[in-house]
């Protein structure tokens, strides 16, 4: 476990990629755990601790599928299995990645506390832009293609996570 901390690592220092991490059931089965643990780190009081396992759970769902779709999406553009074989390796690498980012961020923003909020939004949009920096040199990796498309991979899947996290909301207020 302390040599795949090394990987998620250098993955944030952009030294290595998905494809350096093994691809283990088992391992992608506690990272899924970790995210749901980090999701019950309440940060704000005002929001339920059951809302956070929920976004918790929508991100891990709407990124393996995400992962899979696009995958296989390369895959048939390319007449081949090499991309789907990777699907373990690129779940891992994102999921374990927004694990660290999120205890980092959950870590500063009750650092900060409440009470330097201006100070705390310009922390979580440096972290954010960070963050999709990182998750475009994975997808980068992934599909074997250039950063400006990783970035663009990205983007479409912070899109797709939000959307269905503004769903829930909205299933909630009704």
Known sequence: MIFNLKIFLNILRFSSGPQD?????????????????????????????????????????????????????????TDSSKYSSRYLQVCIGTLGVHALVALFTNLITLGIGSSAIQQSVVVFLIISLYAWFVNGHIFKNAFDTSMTIGLGFSLLHSMVCVIFMMLFIQVLMS
Do not use: E
């Not at 995210?35 to 601790?49: E, Q, R, S, Y």
């Not at 709407?62 to 999406?73: D, Y």
């Open 21 to 77: 991490l093994p691809a283990s059931p088992n391992l992608l089965k506690i990272i899924i755990i970790l995210n749901i643990i980090i999701g019950l780190m309440a940060v704000d009081p005002n929001i339920d601790i059951t809302v956070n396992i929920f976004f918790a759970l929508i991100y891990i769902f709407v990124t393996l599928l995400f992962i899979r779709i696009c995958l296989n999406i390369k895959d048939n553009n």
